[in-house]
């Protein structure tokens, strides 16, 4: 399947160039006169393996309705529509114009992935205008020459690797279509884990009882809730791993860690009357480092003490699992067969979260405002931390790359507070957040100076 690929900019930035160059041909006219590409213009390329279906477009500026200007805007604007990835190119020469950062305010809009390209960048005089480029909220420059060739390996990598990520997307939007939502119940023994379990299935499936341990091996179920499918998974209970000294007791528990790891959604299902203690936090600490969305279930509050119960889980919750703050809590009466579709409604409101992609437009303003509210600390090397963007790498669970010049000695806590900001501002409660800081490069290191 061909990657169908939109080169976008201003006018004049280089963008026929490097049509003509990635398809081999001098397939479009280049001239020094801004303006002389008008209409999209289509071919089939191969660029180092990659099946490529190029668009050049005309050079996006302002205009009047009913202009030829606003008609071939309005063809820009369907070239990136209609393409798998965009091409951003600037005038590195030249530097930022208002008009790049109003097209990329549009490019960013289409949720589209874009590759900045900094062009006409043959010498270590445009480095700043490619530092500059970080304020389009596109992601981090390369720098380029579409005439000299400069840059091609780095653009080559950054199409394999979309060419890769667009080609699992899709994989995985048709799988997600089509397989049910992993769903695991997990807690310690006799918290009345397969009584939940008969209850959503509204069957006897699951074998209970007063007895602690009844269920040995995590079991399967096929289910539907309000039509959506749904992968049910019983578990059998988990002691403290002190306390485990059967060998069919460590399989069990060996069955119900894997499940739970598998599972796409983790219920902890906590007794009323012994709310979160030790083992009960081992077990939500492994589910949230497996990068599992989680739900607490609150069992048995037909004949709870409500009160007390209620106040010893926020104080849990608040002192001993600071990791992910806004766990969804629901209280239910498995027997009673009571808070059932709450329950549910719980689950999925955080697989959503779980899946949350943000645009990149509110996550970059995001990013500038919580530095403004709190300045980066200094480095090991006494000099203050720049982060400069912000990207996305990744969802279930949602991951980041923060690009820094000088990451080194970013503390934990500025990073909890990212964290923090990020998960409140986003309405991620209930998800691991990962966010790594990565140190972007310098463009021109090893490079030898042209004379």
Avoid at 237 to 258: D, V, Y
Wanted: charged share 25%; aromatic share 6%.
């Amino acid at each position: 399947m061909s990657l169908k690929i939109a080169i976008i900019g201003r006018p004049n930035v280089g963008k026929s160039t490097l049509f003509n160059r990635l398809t081999g041909n001098k397939l479009a006219i280049v001239h020094d006169l801004p303006g002389v590409t008008r209409d999209r213009k289509e071919s089939k390329s191969k660029f180092r393996g990659l099946d490529l279906v190029l668009i050049d477009t005309a050079g996006f500026e302002a205009a009047k309705d009913g202009s030829i200007e606003q008609r071939m805007r309005a063809q820009t604007e369907r070239a990136i529509r209609e393409a798998d990835v965009c091409l951003f190119m600037i005038d590195a020469r030249s530097g930022l114009h208002p008009y790049d950062e109003t097209f990329a305010a549009i490019v960013r809009q289409s949720g589209k992935p874009v590759i900045l390209l900094a062009n006409k960048c043959e010498g270590k005089l445009q480095e700043d205008s490619i530092y500059e480029a970080y304020k389009l909220g596109l992601g981090e420059p390369i720098p380029f020459s579409a005439e000299h060739g400069l840059g091609l390996e780095d653009l080559y990598t950054e199409l394999a690797d979309l060419n890769k990520s667009i080609q699992t997307t899709s994989e995985e939007e048709a799988a997600t279509d089509e397989k049910p939502l992993q769903l695991a119940i997990v807690g310690r023994p006799n918290v009345g884990k397969s009584t939940l379990v008969n209850a959503l299935l509204n069957d006897e499936r699951m074998l209970t009882g007063p007895e602690a341990g009844i269920t040995r091996d995590a079991v399967s179920s096929a289910w539907e809730w309000k039509g959506k499918k749904i992968n049910l998974v019983d578990t059998a209970g988990l002691r403290r791993q002190s306390r485990i000294t059967h060998s069919l007791e460590k399989m069990s528990a060996a069955s119900t860690k894997h499940a739970a790891f598998m599972a796409q959604v983790v219920v902890l299902v906590l007794d009323a009357d012994a709310v979160l203690d030790k083992q009960d936090l081992t077990i939500a600490r492994q589910v949230i480092d497996e990068g599992r969305a989680l739900v607490i279930a609150i069992n048995k509050w037909d004949i709870a003490k409500r009160s007390e119960a209620l106040e010893r889980l926020n104080d849990k919750l608040q002192t001993s699992l600071t990791q992910v703050t806004g766990i969804p809590t629901v209280t239910i009466s498995a027997l009673k067969h009571e808070g059932l579709d709450k329950l549910m409604s719980a689950v999925f409101k955080v697989y959503e979260r779980w899946n949350t992609r943000i645009p990149t437009a509110p996550l970059n303003k995001w990013f500038t405002d919580v530095q403004e509210q709190n300045t980066p600390p200094l480095g090991k090397n006494k000099r203050r931390i720049k982060l400069k963007y912000i990207t996305q790498a990744k969802t279930r669970p949602p991951a980041f790359y923060i690009f820094s010049s000088n990451p080194e000695g970013l503390p934990d806590s500025y990073l909890r507070y990212l964290t923090n900001s990020l998960r409140e501002t986003f309405d991620l409660g209930g998800i691991p957040i990962r966010i790594t800081v990565r140190k972007s490069d310098n463009p021109y290191a090893g490079k030898a100076k042209k004379a």
